[in-house]
Nanobody, 124 residues
Framework: QVHFVESGGGLVQPGGSLRLSCAAS????????MGWFRQAPGKEREFVAA????????NYADSVKGRFTISRDNAKNAMSLQMNSLKPADTSVYYC?????????????????WGQGTQVTVSS
């Protein structure tokens, strides 16, 4: 089993920035791709970004391209999401996730392990 501790969520004004972090523990040797998803009230959980083990494959949702940057520190079993130019539409609970799959891994069902989520609210 793999467990996650997420941090960095909070309240920010439109145009502001936040950095989310996710630290993994447990059977981390079984994971290859790590990613971020988000879920707003009344909506489906949606893909945000993902990064492969060596950072050689990175995917972003169109809605966050150019504003969000995903990174990974394998030595610390950690992943981060730098979010800039935040919009009210980015308000969601953000979830850290991991999978043994590699490649274009953007579907919720592709992921085996999930964090508990951290709230991001973008509002003036």
């Amino acid at each position: 089993q793999v467990h996650f501790v997420e941090s960095g969520g909070g309240l920010v004004q439109p145009g502001g920035s936040l950095r989310l972090s996710c630290a993994a523990s447990g059977r981390t040797g079984s994971i290859y791709t790590m990613g971020w998803f988000r879920q707003a009230p009344g909506k489906e959980r949606e893909f945000v970004a993902a990064i492969a083990n060596y950072g050689n494959i990175i995917n972003y949702a169109d809605s966050v391209k150019g504003r969000f940057t995903i990174s990974r520190d394998n030595a610390k079993n950690a992943m981060s999401l730098q979010m800039n130019s935040l919009k009210p539409a980015d308000t969601s609970v953000y979830y850290c996730a991991a999978t043994r799959m590699v490649g274009d891994v953007t579907r919720r069902n592709d992921y085996d392990y999930w964090g508990q989520g951290t709230q991001v609210t973008v509002s003036s």
